[in-house]
């Protein structure tokens, strides 16, 4: 449910020049941030995951108010505890590089128990269970330039085993391909294998399993679904009901 709380504005100018500036001038600081002002005896404990619902600026501190980064609406955070308006959140930039900061509370929708987070800029689907990471595997999403994948939070709206998906290619012809697990969450688009393999019904599935992950969806990714290894969307079908939440961010 959404932290509804005082929320604080901000400006946005010159963004990116923001983002450069902060990652080179304040990451060590950020990653080893230790609160000079606000006792952590004070701070009510949340831990557990939640999204941006805007775009907003991570602050050092809830008194002097020292912008230290930016994000992005809805990438994904970790809400370690509130104090007087704010969220303490974690939010990694990437691979071993994070920022600890301050956000608006309310500007921060808690994730549920259980969720899947797909990150576009990684090309990675991991999934959640009660703060645990249960699966974490590549991905192939939509081709950037012409079918991108669309960011948001959504839900699983049914499941299917067998399906035939069927559409238009952008040179107008049709095509129809065959998946084992079929699960939409954004009108027709939705998660699915496609990695080629045999099974009863013959050989199918159209990625080998070394052209997931990586650059790959620039060039040669889908029509805007989330394709994923065999195995992947196996695990995803058989422990997600309709209902589980979708985090689609970069």
Known sequence: SSLLMSSYGFDRDNKEEKKEENLSNEI???VLYNEPKVNNKEIDEINQYGYMLYDSSIYKDPIDFKEIFMIDKYQKVFVIGYYKGYCKVEYDI????????????????????????????????????DNNKVLDSVTVTGKSYESPTRIGYFDIYYKERNATLRGTNTNGTQYASFVDYWMPFDGGIGLHDAEYHTCNNGNHGWRYSDNFGGDTYLYGGSHGCVNLLNETAKYIYDNTEVGTKVLVHK
């Not at 500007?107 to 999934?127: A, C, G, R």
């Open 94 to 129: 990437e691979k071993n590089q994070k920022v600890i900061g301050y956000v608006p509370a309310s500007w921060i929708e808690l994730l549920p128990n259980k969720f899947i987070d797909i990150d576009l800029s990684s090309q990675s689907i991991k999934m959640y269970q």
């Open 28 to 30: 060590k600081e950020t």
